[in-house]
């Protein structure tokens, strides 16, 4: 192993407790400020909670904590079941499921296995930088694709086009379909918000990448941000790049604050755009009169219509074509969860037993 020697002490023990499993701390030159707390996982397969309304039962994530550091994240809060924060913690202190291919092999080999789809990237993007360092993805898509397991992935990732053979091949023993999440044209500003992230420019290039090698590939254009990213202009230049690119859907969704990520955005906005801030919490005010995790529905609505217009404007289809649509098989299944469900993925790894992630 690259890091071999690499063993940091200086990571406090109590922040250490929760993480079952923990082999080894380490940090690495090319990672600056970053830990990585290597686990031997138990399972490499999580269950959807069976009160979730997602089209598909089963989930795997390779890491906690995401190197992409976007301000918005939903899975913040799934750090703070580790003692660790939602903030800087999450960004920095990522833990790797270092037998993940080894333990999901066994899992998809048993006879029990129903060889149900199983969607990555929901919880932290699977292609992420360290994976370059631990190269996790390769082995997880052939024990999919060997064992006859359709699956999805979901990413903001261009490392994903080393794999693309590998899916390539996957792709005809199993229903694989992929989806990048690309919502922010304006560079300065998504570095800002998705500071980790490859810029717009270089997620283009992964989306035309994908339907070169023959795959489809699907567009998440979320979160749109109040007053930032929702002008007709900005819509209309983020659906044209689409388009150009070689997109096949686009779904579009506002902004959630969830508990988790929403103190860590608004403290975000509070030093970038302060005016931004009372218009938020107009916009985000819950029926109670609180801060809430959703839009006003008539802002929704409105964004909707907007979206709806440029995907017309920009030769989209009306709505999903059909595989988006059903729920009949795993591979719309997949689909579908990019899609129509999407406004649902926040809670997807929240609503195990006791609110407790479902990642390990
Ligand atoms: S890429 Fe996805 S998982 Fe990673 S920080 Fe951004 S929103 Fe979260």
Redo the contacts with the bound molecule.
Sequence with gaps: MRWQGQRVDDVGEAALLPMKGLVRSVRAPEFEGVTFHEVAAKSALNKVPQNSNMPFKWTINPTRG?L???R????RKTHEYLDLDSGKDFDTQIVVKTNVVEVLRAEVSKPSWKREHVALGT???PY?RSEGRYGLMPGIIRALADSGTPFSILT?GPLLKRDLPLLVEAAKKVPVSVAV?LAIMDTELQQKV?PG?PDSRARLNLIRAITDAGLECNVMAMPILPWLTDSQDQLDRLHAALADAGAGWVTTGALHLRPGAREWFMQWLQAEYPKLVPKYRRLYRSSRGDFGSYADKDYKKWLGQQAAAARRRHGFLDRPPPAWRGRDSPEKASQTALSDRAEELPGLELSGQGGQPTLF
């Design positions: 995401c992409h550091q976007c918005y994240c939903f899975a919880n932290t993007d992420q903001k999440s998705e992230t």
